[in-house]
């Protein structure tokens, strides 16, 4: 199975630019109101718009990732990659590529406006797992299902060590 959220971050750019806007005009209007004689000091309400315009940013540039997934053939491919430049280059770049029997297990949070989710690979080197987390916000519900279903698939078929 193959999946990709490419269709459903195409609005993360424009919501950038949007929120610079808006950041840019509200520094422009508290530069304005200060260079007044007649209005009194500038307060905390006056800078509390673009307080929550970069916290706005900040969530947006944390959830603004593409998710690529694919299960067919013999691996599995998880990659996490930044939106605003990814025409240009690739950053933010969070990539797991692993045989299927390596699965140990993996768990999906959706808490609403974010979600992720967490795969452990079997490791021969170190005891134990290693953790991965993908960013998997922007997948729209029938997607995560659908990934789900090929994880618990993958991991019904890969045989369980036994003493």
């Known amino acids: 199975m193959r999946c990709t959220n490419r269709t459903e971050i195409k609005i993360i ?3 950038y630019i949007v929120l610079i806007a808006v950041f840019v005009t509200n ?7 200060m260079a ?14 673009n307080i929550i315009t970069l916290l706005l940013a900040l969530y947006v ?5 593409s998710f690529d997934f694919d299960s067919d053939g013999e691996t599995l491919n998880f990659k996490n990659n930044g939106v605003f430049f990814s025409k240009f280059m690739e950053y933010r770049v969070k990539k797991a590529e692993f045989p299927k029997r390596k699965l140990g297990k993996f768990r999906f949070i959706d808490y609403g406006i974010y979600s992720a989710l967490t ?8 005891k134990g797992y290693r953790k991965y987390t ?8 029938k997607k ?11 991991l019904e078929a890969t045989p369980k060590a036994t003493a």
């Open 61 to 65: 540039h944390r959830i603004g990732q």
């Open 27 to 33: 520094v422009f209007v508290n530069i304005e109101i």
């Open 13 to 15: 750019p424009s919501i």
């Open 144 to 154: 995560k299902k659908g990934i789900v279903a090929a994880l618990r698939k993958v």
């Open 36 to 49: 007044s004689s007649s209005e009194q000091e500038l307060g905390f309400s006056h800078f509390l718009p």
């Open 134 to 141: 993908f960013n998997t916000t922007f997948l729209t519900r």
């Open 119 to 126: 795969i452990y690979i079997k490791s021969r080197r170190k």
